[in-house]
């Protein structure tokens, strides 16, 4: 009801009609939006993955919105948390209390996603990440899931590759102490590597941290251990000069690494030299033949002058799980889009079929790349 000085007024007919159309445009506004929060690393030592699963995400928001979602259109609300744990934890904070999604799209990272998490079990917002792949993260509630597979998975591929594929038998692996994600696949792989019956180059400790720039004391250690293989999981970053100054030392082994290393920026930091012979393991391929990962490839050729990379491809597929889910759900509350987001069988996105698990994890293949000068090759495809 409105009111004046002298009290409510009745109706609304002595209002003039830009004056009505002024009083109910939020609420109208409001009505036919859906708002998703999007928290992503758009800045910062690993923007390219935050700006690649954005764009991905503008392109599939689009099509959503060609039919809608029971009516309403999706709106994203998105923070930049620069690589940063902390803005990610704040802008968490910001999304729930002030824009009052309904949903979030989580951080890439598994390190700023464990930080992210435990706000919006609290607040009983789900949250899906579309690549924080290390175990832990859906293990803080039953309101955080995932679209992508987990290390435990990726460092079973990588170890049985390096061992059955490749012939390698004298393992040696570095890891980024800094990083939830590094350690959780270094121990995928190395409990794989022992089951397989693997050695190790050395018993040494081989690791670095998160802004290190000067790799050459700890590739000497890595040179004289004289291994057949060297798993490096880690952040393009890092592995970049890694591979660069490895090379310039004489480090002629193939490295091997994960989902981490799938940026274009890579072949930049690494160079020519350092980038080839090496092998990751990955969520999608942009050479596979299928007719819809070829679809998405040339749509996102057209739109951003580059190829997609895996982040690209989750971010496409992790929009559509939730706007698939919100069609699904009884009613656009959290509680409900939780309950259908986690109940998602056989999604078909571009990174392959999606279903999620009961523990709310993603099963789906893996892709295994090579890498040339400068870019990733199409290896093989691997099941869980």
Same mark, same amino acid.
């Given at each position: 009801?409105?009111?004046?000085?002298?009290?409510?007024?009745?109706?609304?007919?002595?209002?003039?009609?830009?004056?009505?159309?002024?009083?109910?445009?939020?609420? +109208?506004?409001?009505?036919?939006?859906?708002?998703? #929060?999007?928290?992503?690393?758009?800045? #910062?030592?690993?923007?390219?993955?935050?700006?690649?699963?954005?764009?991905?995400?503008?392109?599939?928001?689009?099509?959503?919105?060609?039919?809608?979602?029971?009516?309403? $259109?999706?709106?994203?609300?998105?923070? &930049?948390?620069?690589?940063?744990?902390?803005?990610?934890?704040?802008?968490?904070?910001?999304?729930?209390?002030? %824009?009052?999604?309904?949903?979030i799209i989580g951080e890439v990272?598994?390190?700023?996603?464990?930080?992210? =998490?435990?706000?919006?079990?609290?607040?009983?917002?789900?949250?899906?990440?579309?690549?924080?792949?290390? !175990?832990?993260?859906?293990?803080?509630?039953?309101?955080?899931?995932?679209?992508?597979?987990? %290390?435990?998975?990726?460092?079973?591929?990588?170890?049985?590759?390096?061992f059955n594929n490749l012939k $390698?038998?004298?393992?040696?692996?570095?890891?980024?102490?800094?990083?939830?994600?590094?350690?959780?696949?270094?121990? +995928?792989?190395? %409990?794989?590597?022992?089951?397989? #019956?693997?050695?190790?180059?050395?018993? !040494?400790?081989?690791?670095?941290?998160?802004?290190?720039?000067?790799?050459?004391?700890?590739?000497?250690?890595?040179?004289?251990?004289?291994?057949?293989?060297?798993?490096?999981?880690?952040?393009?970053? !890092? *592995?970049?000069?890694?591979?660069?100054?490895?090379?310039?030392?004489?480090?002629? *082994?193939?490295?091997? #690494?994960?989902?981490?290393? &799938?940026?274009?920026?890579?072949?930049?930091?690494?160079?020519?030299?350092?980038?080839?012979g090496n092998y990751i393991s990955?969520?999608?391929?942009?050479?596979?033949?299928?007719?819809?990962?070829?679809?998405?490839?040339?749509?996102? !050729?057209?739109?951003?002058?580059?190829?997609?990379?895996?982040?690209?491809?989750?971010?496409?597929?992790?929009?559509?799980?939730?706007?698939?889910?919100?069609?699904?759900?009884?009613?656009?509350?959290?509680?409900?889009?939780?309950?259908?987001?986690?109940?998602?069988?056989?999604?078909?996105?571009?990174?392959?079929?999606?279903?999620? %698990?009961?523990?709310?994890?993603?099963?789906?293949? =893996?892709?295994?790349?090579?890498?040339?000068?400068?870019?990733?090759?199409?290896?093989?495809?691997?099941?869980?």
């Amino acid at each position: 009801m409105l009111f004046t000085k002298k009290g409510p007024v009745a109706s609304l007919k002595n209002l003039s009609l830009l004056a009505i159309l002024c009083l109910l445009a939020p609420q +109208a506004i409001a009505q036919d939006k859906i708002k998703i #929060g999007v928290v992503q690393p758009l800045t #910062g030592g690993i923007g390219t993955y935050g700006q690649e699963n954005y764009n991905a995400m503008k392109m599939a928001l689009e099509k959503i919105n060609q039919k809608g979602v029971k009516g309403k $259109k999706i709106e994203l609300i998105v923070e &930049d948390d620069k690589s940063d744990q902390i803005e990610a934890t704040n802008a968490m904070r910001k999304l729930i209390n002030v %824009d009052k999604v309904v949903t979030i799209i989580g951080e890439v990272t598994s390190s700023n996603s464990l930080a992210m =998490a435990p706000i919006a079990q609290e607040s009983k917002v789900p949250m899906v990440s579309s690549a924080a792949t290390n !175990e832990k993260v859906t293990e803080i509630g039953n309101f955080i899931s995932r679209t992508c597979f987990t %290390d435990d998975f990726q460092g079973v591929v990588m170890a049985r590759f390096a061992f059955n594929n490749l012939k $390698k038998k004298n393992a040696l692996v570095i890891i980024d102490n800094s990083s939830d994600y590094s350690k959780g696949l270094a121990k +995928a792989f190395n %409990d794989e590597w022992k089951k397989l #019956g693997g050695k190790y180059a050395s018993t !040494e400790e081989f690791s670095y941290v998160q802004k290190d720039i000067d790799f050459n004391t700890l590739l000497r250690k890595v040179k004289r251990a004289n291994p057949d293989v060297i798993f490096l999981p880690g952040y393009y970053e !890092e *592995v970049g000069l890694i591979l660069k100054q490895g090379k310039k030392l004489g480090i002629n *082994v193939p490295f091997l #690494g994960g989902d981490g290393w &799938d940026s274009p920026k890579l072949f930049e930091i690494a160079g020519a030299e350092g980038s080839k012979g090496n092998y990751i393991s990955s969520h999608f391929a942009p050479d596979d033949s299928d007719p819809a990962v070829q679809a998405f490839v040339k749509d996102y !050729e057209k739109r951003y002058k580059v190829r997609p990379g895996a982040m690209a491809a989750l971010g496409y597929d992790v929009l559509g799980v939730v706007a698939d889910a919100m069609t699904r759900a009884k009613t656009l509350t959290p509680a409900d889009i939780n309950a259908a987001i986690v109940s998602t069988k056989g999604y078909k996105g571009v990174t392959g079929s999606i279903t999620i %698990d009961e523990k709310r994890n993603s099963k789906k293949s =893996a892709v295994v790349l090579m890498t040339t000068e400068n870019t990733f090759k199409f290896k093989e495809k691997v099941n869980p």
